[in-house]
């Protein structure tokens, strides 16, 4: 098992892995290696699109160890739990506003302490700014025709100047009328016009066919 740039991620072959933060227990059927009595969690580019983001080569500061951090669209905690293993000692909290989903991600918050799951609506910042505080790391994969406007929105709310931030954008949920490239481009010019400054950027093809990711910084 080898380091990789990003802190706390480590690498074999193709394969990369985060250090299990609850030894024996699988999250999402994901493969479990022991080397040298640490136990390491396989991170599946096909079902994590932050996975397939550090594949496609996205630079050490998209990933820094943070303190504090707010998941747009936690669904079950795929993402989020490698998260999880990354930032022991961190404070994330993980909105998620369908309730059927939030039943698994507040199972996995009681077992992992660094989880504050919250039932909400990621376009209402408003309603949970005052629980979470400022963050120094800002994730959203929402797939919603407004991902920029969500962004920055909750950027404006909680994020830390200097903190940073990964959009996972869907084109095709913005509109199919426009082609994917123009809707990144656009996507670009309106987080950059409200002071995001976009410093990586990523087709996560072959694992995620429809989206781009984007690096950014506050
Ligand atoms: C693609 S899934 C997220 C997968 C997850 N990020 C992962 O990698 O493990 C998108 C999630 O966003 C949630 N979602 C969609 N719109 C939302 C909103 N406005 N506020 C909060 N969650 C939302 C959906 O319910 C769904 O669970």
């Known amino acids: 098992m080898e380091t990789t740039r990003w802190p706390g991620v480590h690498r074999e072959g193709r394969d990369l892995y985060t250090v299990n933060l609850e030894p024996g227990t699988r999250v999402y059927g994901e493969t479990l290696r022991t080397v040298r009595g640490v136990e390491y969690r396989l991170w599946d580019p096909f079902r994590s699109k932050l996975a397939a983001f550090l594949l496609a080569g996205a630079p050490e500061s998209v990933l820094p160890p943070v ?81 920029a406007g969500i962004l920055r929105e909750n950027a404006e709310a ?17 509109t199919q009328r ?19 400054r976009v410093d990586a950027e990523a087709s996560l093809a072959p694992f995620s066919r429809d989206h781009v990711a984007l690096g950014l910084r506050r």
């Not at 993402?79 to 991600?105: G, Q």
């Not at 996507?187 to 002071?195: D, F, I, K, P």
Request: hydrophobic share 45%; charged share 20%; proline share 6%.
């Open 158 to 174: 909680c994020l830390a100047p200097n903190g940073r931030a990964i959009l996972m954008l869907k084109a095709r949920s913005v």
């Open 178 to 196: 426009r082609s994917p490239n123009a809707i990144v481009r656009e996507t670009r010019g309106r987080l950059e016009g409200a002071g995001l």
């Open 67 to 147: 303190r504090s951090g707010l998941y747009l669209g936690a669904a079950h905690g795929t993402t989020l739990s490698h998260l999880s293993d990354l930032w022991p000692d961190a404070a994330i909290f993980a909105v998620e506003k369908s309730p059927s989903s939030f039943a698994p991600l507040l199972a996995l918050a009681r077992r992992r302490t660094n989880l504050f799951p919250l039932l909400a609506d990621a376009q209402l910042p408003e309603r949970y700014r005052a629980d979470v505080g400022v963050v120094d790391f800002l994730y959203q994969d929402v797939a919603q025709r407004d991902q």
